[in-house]
Structure formats: C-alpha cells, structure tokens
C-alpha cells in the first residue's frame, strides 16, 4: 500500500500554490506539447493552443500537462 502524499506549498508563476512534493516539475515528462514539432514556448508561431493552455495556467496559477491534442505533430 503506498503511503499518503505530502502536499506542499512552493511559489509558483509568482503565486504560493499547492502540489503533491512528489508531482512538482513533472508535467514536462508527461505533456505532449513538450515534444510537439508546432511548440514554440515565447515565440510568435507557438502552437495557439498551446498558448491557450498557458494563458489559463498562469492566470489561474495551474500547472496542467496536456494528454490528448488533436493537433500534435510528432
């Protein structure tokens, strides 16, 4: 059985957030935009998606990996 998560506070895009200790820094292992041909973080021709999801990461101080896109490019 494993055992009950730790959650911690830690800053975040400024903000104090909560996360599970063991999650932190892990979205970019599991989301698809990070391996995505169109995913241009910071640049004019990033994916607008991509840059949709950020927008409301930042604005709501989440962190969400995308799993599914109907758009990625390999």
Do not use: S
Not at 4 to 33: S, T
Not at 57 to 65: F, G, S
């Amino acid at each position: 059985m494993l055992g009950q998560p730790e959650f911690v506070k830690y800053e975040h895009h400024d903000q104090l957030v909560w996360a599970r200790r063991e999650m932190i820094g892990l979205h970019r292992n599991i989301c698809l935009c990070y391996e995505c041909a169109k995913f241009f973080p910071g640049e004019a021709d990033n994916c607008p998606i991509a840059e949709k999801v950020f927008k409301i990461c930042v604005e709501e101080q989440l962190v969400t990996p995308v799993m599914e896109c109907p758009a990625f490019a390999p």
